[in-house]
Nanobody, 118 residues
Framework: EVQLVESGGGLVQAGGSLRLSCAVSGFTFDDYTIGWFRQVPGKERELVASIGSTGGSTAYAGSVKGRFTISTDNAKNTMYLQMNGLRPEDTAVYYC???????????WGQGTQVTVSS
């Protein structure tokens, strides 16, 4: 069974940092495309960062490029989102997602709230 569990959200002042973690089970990163998304009330969920095919190519939303870094620790079966230079507009619920490359099926975590105060 595929499971993703996020942690690490919280309240931080503008300019601060947080590191989100997503503990995964039931699959290996090599078979999946993984990413972080975020959503605020009334808006669609948006892609923040992703790691694509084997080789570790990364992609970032323009609004977070240079501030956020996505990474994985295969030994710990965990993916991370390091967020630096946080801004109030980064406030959202953050979700990790894994997509099966062969089938396109998506699996989501439960989400973790990030709040950035001005």
């Amino acid at each position: 069974e595929v499971q993703l569990v996020e942690s690490g959200g919280g309240l931080v002042q503008a300019g601060g940092s947080l590191r989100l973690s997503c503990a995964v089970s039931g699959f290996t990163f090599d078979d999946y495309t993984i990413g972080w998304f975020r959503q605020v009330p009334g808006k669609e969920r948006e892609l923040v960062a992703s790691i694509g095919s084997t080789g570790g190519s990364t992609a970032y939303a323009g609004s977070v490029k240079g501030r956020f870094t996505i990474s994985t620790d295969n030994a710990k079966n965990t993916m991370y989102l390091q967020m630096n230079g946080l801004r109030p507009e980064d406030t959202a619920v953050y979700y990790c997602k894994a997509r099966v490359r062969a089938s396109g099926v998506d699996f989501w975590g439960q989400g973790t709230q990030v709040t950035v105060s001005s």
